[in-house]
Structures are given as structure tokens and as C-alpha cells.
């Protein structure tokens, strides 16, 4: 079992649609739960940080983490055509927080 | 201000040769890693050094590749003899510190023949 699961997608919805982005993990010892879009190529860029449990928004981007699930989600407003990346979810713990276990990655389509 | 820097971007090379990827970080980033990321894979942490020291090189496979930052600014991650399997992108990430944002660069695509 991968410490990380991201359903790999593809993923087209139209231009407006909310898009919910969505990751397992299996590693209780994840504090650190983070988003990345990748453009195609291009390096991940982050796009939200999240610090153990909680809500936290910017902009048209909400992040979710339930800890007590192993779950994590991140939902787009009203989608853009420019919003089309992969997106990786990301995770760490305490004990080595700049090792980063990604996801595999969802791709987006967003279409106009 | 600039961001990180690789070369090259592409490399094509045939099995069991020999191959070489440089990586200049962000100025003042104290911490560089290499990740691996296979097509439809995300990246996977190669090695994590801290200054000139390594930190994490867990799943680096040692056999074949090793991964130096003289003086701890540049870096160079290589691979020999190379097989199919390391096909991939080579993605260098900088950090000011452990705890911090990584910046990654715009990886070099490796195709082994």
C-alpha cells in the first residue's frame, strides 16, 4: 500500500465548476499536509499549506484536512481554463518535515 | 529574484552509458533535494542535503547514482550506468531551511534507450 493515494484523474469539467482534488494517506505521523500544481513542463509550484487539521482558503482555493479520516481535500471556485495543471498533494512529519511523499497527481482539464 | 536552475533540460542516452544533471539553487537556500518523477508519478526524494551535508538519502540507489554539493551552493546529481527504469524527470528543489517552502526548478527529462 502506497504511504500516499491521489486518484490519478483525468478530471474535465467547464469553465465555472467547483472541482474537488482529494488524497489518502495511511501515516499517522503526517502534521504537514500541502498542495502543488504542475504545469506541463514545469517544476510543482505550492499552491496551499495546511498545518495539522483544519480549513484554510486563499482566493478561489480551500484546503481540507480530517485527520481522523487520513483524508485531505482541495476545492477550486469557479474553474478556469488556466487552473488546467496536475495537481499533487503532498505530506510530512515532524520528524523530517522536508521530505515531502507526494500523491501521484490528479490532471485537470478545465474546459472554456 | 531568480528561481532554481538545471541543465540540461533534456538528455537522451543509451543504456549503460553515463549521465550528469546540474542544479544551482535559489541564492541563500541552504537546503537542496533531487526528487525522481516517473511519467504519471508524483516526485519521489532522491537525496536532501543541508548545506554540503546529506541529510536523507534513503532512496537514493547507491549502485548507480550519487549526488555531490561541493561548497554548498551548486549540486550535481549523476547516474552510472544508467537502465531504462531511470527514465524520468529529474526535479532540484531548494529550501532556506528543513521546515521552509521548497522552490523547485524545471527539471531535465531523461530518456534512456
Known amino acids: 500500500q502506497k504511504e500516499v493515494e491521489q486518484d490519478p484523474g483525468p478530471l474535465s469539467v467547464p469553465e465555472g465548476a467547483i472541482v474537488s482534488l482529494n488524497c489518502t494517506y495511511s501515516?499517522?505521523?503526517?502534521?504537514?499536509f500541502m498542495w502543488y500544481r504542475q504545469y506541463s513542463r514545469k517544476g510543482p509550484e505550492l499552491l496551499m499549506y495546511?498545518?495539522?487539521?483544519g480549513n484554510k482558503e486563499d482566493g478561489r482555493f480551500t484546503a481540507q484536512v480530517d485527520k481522523s479520516s487520513k483524508y485531505i481535500s482541495l476545492f477550486i471556485r469557479d474553474s478556469q481554463p488556466s487552473d488546467s495543471a496536475t495537481y499533487l498533494c503532498?505530506?510530512?512529519?515532524?520528524?523530517?518535515?522536508?521530505?515531502?511523499?507526494f500523491g501521484q497527481g490528479t490532471t485537470l482539464q478545465v474546459k472554456p | 529574484e531568480a528561481g532554481v536552475a538545471q541543465s540540461p533540460r533534456y538528455k537522451i542516452i543509451e543504456k549503460r552509458q553515463s549521465v550528469a544533471f546540474w542544479c544551482n539553487p535559489i541564492?541563500?537556500?541552504?537546503?537542496l533535494y533531487w526528487y525522481q518523477q516517473i511519467l504519471g508519478q508524483g516526485p519521489k526524494l532522491l537525496i536532501q542535503?543541508?548545506?554540503?551535508?546529506?541529510?536523507?538519502d534513503s532512496q537514493l540507489p547507491k549502485d548507480r547514482f550519487s549526488a555531490e554539493r561541493l561548497k554548498g551552493v551548486d549540486s550535481t546529481l549523476k547516474i552510472q550506468p544508467a537502465k531504462l527504469e531511470d527514465s524520468a524527470v529529474y526535479l532540484c528543489?531548494?529550501?532556506?531551511?528543513?521546515?521552509?517552502?521548497?522552490?523547485f526548478g524545471p527539471g531535465t527529462r531523461l530518456t534512456v534507450l
Open positions: 528543489a531548494s529550501s532556506l531551511g528543513g521546515n521552509y517552502e521548497q522552490f
Open positions: 501515516n499517522s505521523a503526517f502534521q504537514y
Open positions: 495546511t498545518y495539522s487539521s
Open positions: 503532498a505530506m510530512s512529519s515532524p520528524s523530517n518535515t522536508g521530505k515531502l511523499i
Open positions: 541564492s541563500g537556500h541552504a537546503t
Open positions: 542535503f543541508q548545506n554540503n551535508g546529506v541529510v536523507d
